[in-house]
């Protein structure tokens, strides 16, 4: 179906080339009607139902990490969707909470990840958006915070478990 791979095209193109012979407004309500479920889910929609979703996280610490993971993805994308649309405070406050989601878990390696993703968009924002440069220098501090545990958990990795090489000997 057309709207499956242009779930914008409109009803009168969708009309002319299906080859619509009947009345164009009937179409085009019917069109309207089913269009939604070909139109792709909005990042604030899925924040939304991920927040309604949140109890499940209690379950274990698993689902709560996958949870923290998930929303602080959804709102580093909403951040830059917003600092896109020139709503700085708003992409601000988005990268701010998908640092914080991530805080929690400090030990973990893919939230430091998700985290330094988040810090070093949230800086490439603001410098466009020519914020304070002590506002960029908090944000600098935290991304360099976090490469160096980052660093230092990649060590202590490497320590534990002996290359093949120094297994041999």
Same mark, same amino acid.
């Given at each position: 179906m057309l709207l499956s791979a242009y779930p914008q095209m409109p009803a009168t193109v969708i009309a002319?080339? !299906?080859?619509?012979t009947g009345?164009?407004?009937?179409?085009?309500?019917? !069109?309207? &009607?089913?269009?939604?479920?070909y139109l792709p889910v909005d990042p604030v929609d899925r924040l939304e139902l991920v927040n309604e979703r949140e109890p499940l996280s209690t379950s274990s610490a698993d689902h709560?990490?996958?949870y923290r993971y998930l929303r602080a993805i959804l709102q580093?994308?909403?951040?830059?969707c917003q600092f896109?649309?020139?709503?700085? $405070?708003? *992409?601000?406050?988005?990268?701010? &909470? *998908? !640092? $914080? *989601?991530?805080?929690?878990i400090p030990s973990d390696q893919n939230a430091r990840v998700i985290a330094?993703?988040?810090?070093?968009? $949230?800086?490439?924002?603001?410098? !466009?958006?020519?914020?304070?440069?002590?506002?960029? *220098?908090?944000? &600098?501090?935290l991304l360099v915070q976090l490469c160096n545990e980052c660093e230092a958990n990649q060590r202590k990795r490497s320590a534990i478990s002996p290359t093949p090489s120094q297994a041999r000997h």
């Open positions: 002319e080339r !299906v080859g619509w009345s164009i407004s009937w179409f085009r309500e019917r !069109v309207r &009607a089913i269009r939604r479920e709560d990490k996958h580093t994308e909403l951040s830059t896109s649309r020139g709503n700085l $405070q708003e *992409a601000y406050n988005l990268g701010l &909470a *998908a !640092v $914080q *989601a991530l805080s929690i330094m993703k988040s810090i070093f968009d $949230q800086i490439h924002n603001l410098s !466009v958006g020519e914020a304070p440069a002590a506002l960029l *220098a908090i944000y &600098a501090h």
